[in-house]
């Protein structure tokens, strides 16, 4: 059932110009990688560190969670513009499966991102003539550990999302919890426990190019898979109480 | 208790302090029209919200083919089609395209979107965006969409609620055509005019209270007209003719012309002075807004 819920959720994204969302957060981040004057000075360095070091930064930190919040939103607002809601909740499923299916949507489309980011920047650095081999294993894991570490987020966001009518309120809602991350991984203290930071610290990668590091996986896997829960179980309870 | 496909025992709905549906028990049999009629903000979406599982009652129970709404939600809502207040749709997709996403998800062949769409005589909109559409049309599409996986039961708000008179009578016939077919049919109104030219039984709903639940026809044994008769002698004037007293005025209920004619003849040769001789017509509209202004001054 979840599955077929799956595709309707992706039919009704029809219209929808899904592919330019998807694609705008790692083209503005080759972008901003571009018109880095510092990017060419970096010659001591490794070529594709230097490349993730400055890419990572504003993508993992700002643009795939805004982006994140903005999909969240979008599987949502065609749900209050007319009584979505109201005719998805009279069909023979539940609840949880109607929320579990946006959900996994989500998931898949942030997924989608992360791949077409990886590709961006493979081309930046070809294009670049990197002489050095493109390290597929370090990208295959910051790819995937970013986007786990996005799951938090699409938890809170897609209940923000179901919640509030407006897409301005939870658009709202998701820039005010990723501004603070710019802070946050400046705190050693704090900085590992804000969930909108997880991504940044998934997708940092350090001299030694062994992706995943900067925080101990347990205290990420505690961080983010805590947060995910929590932030799931809250938005099914809310969604399965709610008078529609 | 098993002779019903729907029935509801005190279902009551608080919003806050407020009683918007307070120990409704409705109780309604297998292929018929039910007409839940009722002026506005007298609970009737409220109460079809629940029956549907939109809403969680506040106490009591509902029961839809001999099952507890609460517990086989699914299994019910599979043989059900609604359309509850407004239309609802996504305006970014087609008429065909929002039937579509329910196709998918209720599992039938896609021929029968083109079926639904004919049946409400939409299909020269089929590939238009619903957006565009008149509120008559997103009415209709409503219909469709609720009839999509032929259920065994259709409940329907209001559902003539901004449609022109053509579009009201059209979609009388269809209402009618599918209770032929063996659909039972709940069908909300507001305009006791609309309920009385299609429902077989009649559910009445004032102050969230269900004030009256029979038969059409017992609502129309209610509703005689008699024959007033005022005179200068109350007393005589019923040994002549018959009837009852109601303060200085003599009422009859069997009366054809004939009959008036002899009465006054009857009256005069007795020298009894006739003042007034009116019929009074006790209409449907009349009984029912009675009913009504009892129950919202209890
Ligand atoms: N979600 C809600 N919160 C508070 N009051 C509500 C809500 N929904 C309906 N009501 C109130 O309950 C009463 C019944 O509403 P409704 O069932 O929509 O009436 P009807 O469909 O018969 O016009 C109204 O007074 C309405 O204002
Ligand atoms: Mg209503």
């Not at chain 1, 996005?150 to 501004?179: D, G």
């Not at chain 2, 608080?14 to 049999?29: E, M, P």
């Amino acid at each position: 059932m979840i599955g077929t819920l799956i595709k309707a959720e992706w039919y009704k994204l029809k219209h929808h110009h899904i592919y330019a969302i998807l694609i705008i957060g790692p083209l503005l981040t080759l972008l901003i990688g571009m018109l880095n004057p510092m990017m060419g000075d970096m010659g001591a360095y490794h070529p594709w560190l230097s490349l993730f070091l400055f890419m990572n930064l504003p993508y993992a930190l700002l643009f795939l969670p805004l982006i994140t919040g903005v999909i969240a939103c979008i599987i949502c607002r065609y749900e209050h513009q007319a009584g979505g809601w109201k005719q998805w909740a009279t069909l023979p499923v539940t609840r949880t499966q109607i929320y579990v299916s946006k959900l996994i949507l989500i998931a898949l489309l942030v997924l989608i991102i992360q791949m077409i980011y990886g590709l961006v920047i493979f081309i930046a650095g070809t294009v670049k003539g990197f002489d050095v081999v493109f390290p597929y294993w370090t990208v295959g894991k910051f790819i995937i550990g970013g986007w786990l570490a996005t799951f938090p987020m699409i938890a809170l966001q897609l209940w923000a999302a179901m919640h509030w009518r407006s897409f301005a309120v939870a658009f709202t809602i998701n820039v005010v919890f990723t501004l603070p991350s710019i802070l946050a991984i400046n705190s050693e203290r704090f900085g590992p426990f804000y969930p909108w930071a997880q991504p940044f610290f998934a997708m940092y990668v350090d001299e030694s190019m062994s992706g995943m590091l900067f925080i101990p996986i347990s205290q990420m896997l505690l961080v983010t898979g805590g947060s995910f829960i929590v932030f799931l179980v809250l938005g099914i309870a809310t969604f399965k109480q709610k008078a529609i | 208790m098993m002779t019903y496909i729907v029935q509801t025992t005190n279902l009551t709905k608080q919003f806050d302090k407020y009683a918007a549906v307070t120990n409704v028990d409705l109780k309604i049999k297998e292929g018929e029209i039910y007409g839940f009629l009722g002026p506005n903000g007298a609970g009737k979406s409220t109460t079809i919200r629940m029956l549907l599982g939109l809403m969680k009652p506040t106490r009591g129970q509902v029961t839809i083919f001999n099952q507890d709404l609460h517990k086989h939600r699914q299994t019910i809502l599979r043989q059900v089609g609604s359309l509850v207040e407004n239309p609802s749709y996504y305006p970014h997709l087609t008429a065909k395209e929002n039937l579509e996403v329910l196709r998918m998800v209720l599992d039938v062949p896609k021929a029968r979107i083109m079926e639904v769409l004919e049946m409400v005589r939409l299909t020269h909109v089929a590939n238009k965006k619903v957006k565009g559409f008149s509120l008559g049309m997103k009415q209709r599409l409503g219909i469709a969409q609720a009839l999509l996986h032929q259920p065994r039961l259709l409940i329907l708000d209001e559902p003539t609620n901004g449609l022109d008179p053509e579009g009201i009578i059209e979609i009388r016939q269809l209402i009618k055509k599918l209770a032929e077919q063996g659909i039972t049919i709940i069908i909300s109104s507001h305009l006791l005019s609309e309920i009385d030219q299609i429902a077989t039984t009649i559910g009445i709903i004032a102050k969230g209270k269900l004030i009256y639940q029979d038969s059409i026809s017992a609502m129309h044994a209610l509703a005689k007209n008699r024959l007033g008769i005022r005179t200068n002698d109350v007393n005589q004037t019923q040994q002549i003719i018959g009837g009852e007293v109601e303060g200085d005025v003599v009422y009859c209920t069997k009366y054809n012309n004939r009959q008036v004619a002899t009465y006054i003849a009857q009256l005069v040769t007795a020298n009894i002075d006739v003042y007034r001789v009116e019929e009074e017509k006790h209409s449907l509209e009349a009984i029912f807004l009675q009913m009504i202004e009892e129950a919202e001054h209890k």
